[in-house]
C-alpha cells in the first residue's frame, strides 16, 4: 500500500491561496482518477480540486472555511501497489540518496503531519491541528490548558508559532486558568477595533442577512482599492451614431455566419485594445514604489452574476483580435461567466478592466480601479440626444446616438494628461467607425 499527498494545484497566475468551501468525500471513501474530491473558492471563481490517483480517502487535512496555500497537501490517499511517495511527491528511491538528517526531519514531518493524537486524550471545543497536538502532549500542556491559549488565526485558532511563543513564556507567567470558548472568542471580539459610526436600530419589519463569500471579497477590495489609489475621473462623450447603424445592419449576417451574436461590447474592446496600444503607459500595474509595464494587453470584462455579484472575466492579448474573434471571446467568458463555469485562469492576469454600466441603464458611472490594475473604463448607456451637426452647409440640429465614457485611473502613476487623453483617443476610434467596413 502506498500513501498519496493530494495538494492544492497551482490555479493560475497570483493565485497563492484558496478556500476550502466543501468535500465531497469524507474519510474511508472510495477514489478514482480524476473524481473530485473537494471545492476550494479563490478570491474570484469557485473550481474542483480532482484526485490524481485511485484509491481510499484515509485522511482530510483541513476543514472547511480553512484557508490552503497552493502547494498545500489537502489529504492523504492510500492507493494499491507502487512506492510510497515523500511529501516532496519523490519515491522512497529518491529518500535514499538524501542524507541521514534530511530523512530524519521529513520523517518528523510526516508523523506531525498524520498523528492524530490528542494531548489529553478527549477532545474539546476548540479545534487543534495535529501539529499543535502534537506539541502540546510532549510538553506536558493539558488540553484545558491549550484551550485558554488565545490564538492568532481565524476565530482563535492556536497555530504553532502561537503555541511555541506560549511555552516559551510560560515559565514566567502565573498559573493558567481554563477559561470557557465562548469567554474566549467575546474577549477576543471585544479586542477588535470596532468602526465609529453609531450602531444600526432594527426594528420588527427588517430583516438581517449575511453577505455571501463572494460579496464579503468584493467589499474588501473596493474598500482596499480606493485606500490604495488616488482615484481621478475624466469624462467624455461620444457619438456612435454609425456604430449603431452598421450594427443594426450587419449584425444579423454576422449571427448567420459566425454563430455568436454581434454586441457592442466587442467593438468597444476593439476600440480600447487600439488606444492602450497607442498610450501603453496606461497598460500598466503598480507594485508599491515600482512601475510594471506590461508586455501583454489582457482587458477585463466586469460581468454581473445571476446572484447580482461581479465578476471580471479577462480576455488575454485582446489587441491580437479581430472583430470576430473579439466578439467569440467575449460570448464565451459572458456565457461561461453566467453558468459559473470559468476556470480560475480565466480571471487573472488581466491589465485593464471595461465595465458596461449602461447595460443597467446607467447614463455614466465612476468605477473602482481594479488593482493592481491603474485604469477602468465604464460605458454609459447609449441614447437618442439632440445634437449639433456641423455641414459644409452650416450647421444644424439633428438626432444623434450618444454615450458617455468615464475614466477612472490612479492618480499617483497616471496624470490628467495622459488618463484624458487615453479616453479621448478612445472617442476618437468610436467616432471614426467606419460605417462600410466588413467584420
Excluded: C
Amino acid at each position: 500500500m502506498a500513501k498519496f499527498e493530494l495538494k492544492l494545484p497551482k490555479m493560475g497566475e497570483s493565485v497563492a491561496e484558496a478556500t476550502v468551501t466543501n468535500w465531497l468525500k469524507k474519510v474511508g471513501d472510495k477514489i478514482e482518477m480524476d473524481e473530485a474530491v473537494l471545492e476550494i473558492a479563490t478570491d474570484k471563481v469557485d473550481s474542483e480540486v480532482p484526485s490524481e490517483v485511485s484509491g481510499t480517502l484515509v485522511e482530510i487535512l483541513f476543514n472547511t472555511d480553512d484557508v490552503v496555500q497552493v502547494g498545500q497537501t489537502l489529504a492523504i490517499i492510500e492507493t494499491e501497489g507502487g512506492s510510497p511517495l515523500t511529501p516532496q511527491g519523490g519515491t522512497t528511491a529518491d529518500v535514499e540518496n538524501q542524507p541521514a538528517q534530511q530523512i530524519e526531519n521529513q520523517v518528523s514531518e510526516i508523523i506531525d503531519i498524520v498523528s492524530q493524537a490528542s494531548p489529553s486524550g478527549t477532545e474539546g471545543l476548540k479545534f487543534f491541528s495535529p501539529l499543535v497536538k502534537n506539541i502540546a502532549k510532549e510538553e506536558g500542556i493539558s488540553l484545558a490548558e491549550l484551550e485558554s491559549i488565545s490564538g492568532s488565526r481565524k476565530d482563535g485558532r492556536v497555530n504553532k508559532e502561537d503555541l511555541l511563543n506560549y511555552i516559551k513564556n510560560r515559565g514566567s507567567q502565573t498559573s493558567v486558568q481554563p477559561t470557557p470558548v465562548a469567554q474566549t472568542v467575546a474577549t477576543s471580539n471585544s479586542q477588535l477595533p470596532t468602526p465609529n459610526s453609531q450602531p444600526v436600530s432594527v426594528n420588527g419589519g427588517d430583516e438581517i442577512v449575511e453577505m455571501d463569500r463572494m460579496r464579503k471579497l468584493i467589499s474588501g477590495y473596493m474598500v482596499a482599492s480606493v485606500q490604495t489609489s488616488a482615484h481621478v475621473q475624466s469624462f467624455i462623450e461620444v457619438d456612435v451614431t454609425n456604430i449603431v447603424k452598421w450594427r443594426d445592419r450587419v449584425k444579423n449576417t454576422f449571427e448567420k455566419r459566425e454563430g455568436e451574436k454581434l454586441t457592442f461590447t466587442p467593438i468597444f474592446m476593439e476600440a480600447v485594445a487600439k488606444a492602450l496600444k497607442d498610450f501603453p503607459g496606461m497598460n500598466i500595474s503598480v507594485d508599491g514604489d515600482f512601475i510594471i509595464k506590461r508586455k501583454n494587453i489582457n482587458l477585463g470584462m466586469a460581468a454581473a452574476l445571476p446572484n447580482g455579484n461581479l465578476i471580471v472575466p479577462v480576455i488575454k492579448n485582446a489587441d491580437q483580435l479581430n472583430l470576430v474573434g473579439m466578439a467569440k471571446a467575449v460570448n464565451d467568458l459572458g456565457n461561461r461567466a453566467k453558468a459559473g463555469k470559468l476556470k480560475p485562469d480565466d480571471t487573472q492576469g488581466g491589465t485593464y478592466t471595461v465595465t458596461n454600466v449602461g447595460t443597467f441603464g446607467s447614463v455614466f458611472g465612476t468605477p473602482i480601479i481594479n488593482q493592481p490594475q491603474v485604469g477602468i473604463l465604464a460605458l454609459g448607456a447609449i441614447r437618442k440626444v439632440p445634437a449639433v451637426i456641423e455641414t459644409p452647409e452650416g450647421d444644424f440640429i439633428g438626432i444623434r446616438q450618444k454615450m458617455f465614457l468615464s475614466h477612472s485611473y490612479d492618480h499617483r502613476v497616471v496624470d490628467g494628461a495622459l488618463g484624458g487623453s487615453f479616453v479621448k483617443r478612445v472617442a476618437d476610434y468610436l467616432e471614426a467607425f467606419d460605417i462600410n467596413r466588413d467584420f
